[in-house]
């Protein structure tokens, strides 16, 4: 019962990502074209809630649920595992159509054929399990 509150706050995320029409291939497809800004728009928006999110939390020292202090450790900088990480998750978007993020709320809305989306992603977390530590990061 305590996390209901996780639970409720994803089934409102769900149904907000599924009116803004962010889990439609159609608007990944017109995005990837570069023949709408609608999906651009939605990302902006997210990138800017995060950056204020992000801010907000360091500013006012905002704990976790559990009572915890908030700590963003900075990352090493790097670019060539930002760039291939970035054109593997893009590759993976345009190929599949959909972000990883709408997986659930796509099976959700009877998407079933997202169950082989959904089992690559968790193979390809394992392998990640597996070889990261050979992996330059």
Known sequence: MKLFRFFSIGIVFGIVLTKAEAISWYRIYEMFMFQSFHMYGIIAVAIATGVIGIQL??????????????????????FVRY?????????????????????????????????IVLAGALLGTFLYGILKDKLPH
């Open 57 to 78: 939390i360091k500013k006012k020292k905002i704990k976790d649920y559990k009572g915890f202090p908030i700590q963003f450790i900075d990352k090493d900088r790097g």
């Open 83 to 115: 760039l291939a990480g970035g054109l593997l998750f893009g590759l993976g978007w345009g190929l599949v159509g959909c972000c990883p993020g709408p997986v659930f709320i796509l099976l959700g809305t009877g998407a079933f054929s997202i169950i």
